[in-house]
DNA sequence: ACAAAATATACGCGATAAAGTATATTCTTA
DNA sequence: TAAGAATATACTTTATCGCGTATATTTTGT
């Protein structure tokens, strides 16, 4: 699954965590690489609604993925938060 | 065309603006589906990179769009993409 | 060219992000 | 099961959001 769709701030958080570990880094070592500190990164990554853009932004490129943004599909469920 | 990679505050407010236009929409249209003020709607499609991501997904269901993230394309042989 | 519509900015305000730093809590795993 | 590591939380400070409201500056249509 290279593709992950994302509609609510917990799905995009559940990505970001999993891309992150499957990087090999901890939060700390994310951190370091764009000046956020380990606790933005925590919160980020648990679905906080009110991140910054920008921090988004900045770890999407430091876990060198990148935003699609596309007409929502309908096939899918909207019933989310199968995170195995 | 129905895909659009954002990998900047800018390049993803331009993406919005767009969308928004095509649904013939104005940004006081927009932002009375979801309780966001025209000048916020204004600095979203803007570039502003301090905004909260609550706006951005907000907005982006307002538009009926959805985000993918997905490891970067190398732009090279692998980019499946630009066959058009 | 002009009026109307749309978009970009601005100010005060309450709320809150993220830094900086520290600690508590939850995994790992030897 | 007891470290050790990783993650979640907390507090103060500084900066900025988004609101409400208003206005300035485009852009659009006739």
Redesign the interface.
């Known amino acids: 699954m ?8 917990k799905q ?1 958080g559940a ?2 965590r999993r ?1 992150r570990k499957q990087a090999g880094l901890t939060q700390s070592d994310l951190g370091k690489r764009m000046h956020l500190r380990q606790g933005t990164v925590s919160r980020l990554e648990g679905g ?10 900045e770890t ?2 430091a876990l ?10 309908k096939a899918s469920a909207a019933d989310i938060e199968s995170v195995f």
């Open positions: 290279t593709q992950d769709i994302a509609r609510t701030e995009l990505i970001l891309a906080a609604p009110a991140i910054q853009l920008r921090t988004l932004m999407l490129a060198d993925l990148e935003l699609v943004i596309r007409p929502r599909s």
